[in-house]
């Protein structure tokens, strides 16, 4: 069974960067044709995709985002990394990992979640 685990900081400045890092287990991430997909959920609003890494190692990100956000991975690790740059209050929120199937993850399908980790940015 695939699982997936969020870990990072759960306080962060304004205007730093927050990283946050998905150990998968039990699936690799280089698999085809998985993609690897950051979400988050501010309070009191809906689930937001932020992007994704590919089986491949390429990426993908929502046009919103794309100027402050990029994702790597360690595939000695199986691991995938967010970089969300020049965070402010309105980045508050859970952020959670998450797996889905080739074309799926444009549709917003996901099989695999992780739990979710709550980020909160403040001075």
């Known amino acids: 069974q695939v699982q997936l685990q969020e870990s990072g900081p759960g306080l962060v400045k304004p205007s730093q960067t927050l990283s946050l890092t998905c150990t998968v287990s039990g699936g690799s991430i280089t698999t085809n044709y998985y993609y690897w997909s950051w979400i988050r959920q501010p309070p009191g609003k809906g689930l937001e995709w932020m992007g994704a890494i590919a089986y491949s190692g390429s990426t993908y990100y929502s046009p919103s985002l794309k100027s402050r956000t990029s994702i790597s991975r360690d595939t000695s690790k199986n691991q995938f990394t967010l970089h969300l740059s020049s965070v402010t209050p309105e980045d508050t929120a859970v952020y959670y990992c998450?797996?889905?199937?080739?074309?799926?993850?444009?549709?917003?399908?996901?099989?695999?979640w992780g739990q979710g980790t709550q980020v909160t940015v403040s001075s």
């Open positions: 998450a797996r889905a199937w080739g074309l799926l993850v444009q549709r917003g399908v996901f099989d695999y």
